[in-house]
């Protein structure tokens, strides 16, 4: 099995637009967010990944087949650096507990040294001890949980630096 973590061009905009409908689908257990009047999710920041800086779409494939995405950001709450941060995280539902996601977002982070910021929902269960495994391996235990309420976020924040 090839696990690739590859940019995604704008030309491919559409497809990245249908995986995050699926994104959103699965995520709205956590959200309860509604689809519009139009049957779509949406994400109001997507084309904002290729008009913005700092600002980096990646698609994950499977033996060359759409398997997900990462998008990379700044955007952090945790962090008053512009740290990276990862703004969206998907893994196609027949991919995963294969080591895919895992795989892909240590890619991500050996992609961009420095600051990084990883938040997670409290509602979103199955991404706690995901993404605690992988930014304990990562980091061999060296980041900082930030498990403290702010205003307009209901999650946690990982944050560690890979220089």
């Not at 995405?69 to 539902?93: M, P």
Request: aromatic fraction near 18%; charged fraction near 25%; proline fraction near 3%.
């Amino acid at each position: 099995m090839i696990i690739e973590v590859v940019p995604a061009e704008k030309t491919q905009k559409s497809v990245l637009r249908q995986l995050m409908e699926l994104y959103n689908y699965d995520f709205s257990e956590y959200t309860n967010e509604d689809v519009d009047e139009h049957g779509l999710y949406g994400y109001s920041y997507l084309d904002h990944f290729w008009t913005e800086e700092a600002r980096y779409p990646f698609f994950i494939k499977v033996d060359s087949c759409f398997a997900g995405f990462v998008l990379v950001g700044t955007f952090c709450r945790y962090t008053n650096n512009k740290a990276y941060s990862i703004a969206e995280f998907f893994v196609l539902k027949k991919y995963r507990k294969m080591n895919i996601g895992k795989t892909a977002a240590k890619h991500v982070f050996d992609l961009f040294k420095g600051e990084w910021e990883v938040r997670v929902l409290h509602a979103n269960k199955p991404a706690l001890p995901f993404w605690h495994k992988v930014i304990n391996e990562y980091t061999n235990g060296s980041f900082t949980l930030h498990s403290m309420p702010i205003s307009d976020w209901d999650g946690i924040g990982y944050t560690f630096n890979n220089k």
